[in-house]
């Protein structure tokens, strides 16, 4: 019954054509959306509309959500779930957006944890996923890395990699996944990158990766779907088993999307 009524509520929505000026902030502001080809395109347009549809966005800090920020958010989101039959991240209800850096208090402890000798601070975050929600994300962070890919960092592809993560069960750096033997070559591979980053880290080497993804391994996969998608081609030259194994998992080749778009240029 359940998902009869998603499945009527979602054909209702796809009945209407995306808005026209939907189209305009995607071609203006989200610059992966000029790498699809037509078919991609299209398949992105409708998890946009549905994702729209499904999914509230609360402004907070008196941001006001504005079509821009639905759209930018939802076709990053969306993105990583291109090639995937995920159903549009189904624990997911409520995202929170802020305008700039979010300042987190500490976590609260407990009489039996409690020591009078660690200072707790405040942290200082750009986006924050929770399984079954919400995801916190800040709305600069989101803009700039829509825009500017080649940095490596875009904030909705880290936290909504975060998701897929716990769609497993928990946030370890291993999603669900596809077959047995993708396990095997997963569990090879990302063991290899993520202790080879880690020691490069502690010895303060220059690192492909952004650093961070060191911290555990759940970080590491969210850090290299980052770059999966924002630089596909210098990871496929320099990491091509970790590329190899993310295409396997997102059922896209980014590389060979962004060489295909260079080449149309």
């Known amino acids: 019954m359940f998902h009869w009524l998603r499945d009527h509520r979602r054909k209702k929505i796809l009945q209407e054509p995306f808005p026209v ?26 998890l946009i509309q549905v994702f729209v549809g499904e999914k509230k966005f609360e402004g ?61 601070s405040e942290t200082a975050i750009y986006g924050q996923a929770f399984h079954r929600g919400p995801v916190i994300l800040v709305w600069d962070e989101v803009k700039r890395g829509a825009r500017y890919p080649e940095s490596g960092h875009n904030v909705v592809y880290h936290e909504f990699a975060h998701l897929l993560d716990m769609e497993s069960g928990s946030a370890n750096g291993t999603p669900r996944l596809h077959s047995r033997d993708q396990y095997r070559t997963w569990a090879k591979v990302f063991t290899e990158g993520f202790l080879l980053l880690r020691r490069k880290s502690d010895k303060g080497e220059k690192t492909f990766l952004d650093s961070y993804g060191a911290l555990n391994e759940a970080e590491f996969f969210a850090v290299a779907t980052e770059y999966f998608f924002d630089r596909p081609m210098q990871m496929e030259k320099k990491r ?24 149309d240029d």
């Open 21 to 46: 000026q939907w189209q305009e902030i995607l071609e203006e502001k989200v610059r992966h959306y000029s790498f699809l080809n037509l078919e991609e395109k299209d398949r992105l347009q409708q």
């Open 240 to 263: 091509k088993a970790l590329y190899d194994v993310l295409a396997g998992f997102y059922q896209q080749d980014t590389a060979g999307r962004q060489r295909r778009s260079k080449n």
């Open 60 to 120: 907070c800090n008196d941001l006001k959500v504005t079509d821009e920020i639905r759209v930018v958010i939802a076709a990053e989101a969306c993105m990583l779930i291109l090639g995937l039959p995920n159903d549009l991240y189904p624990g997911l209800i409520t995202l929170l957006v802020y305008p700039s850096t979010v300042v987190v208090p500490p976590p609260q402890q407990n009489v039996f944890t409690q020591n009078p000798f660690v200072e707790r």
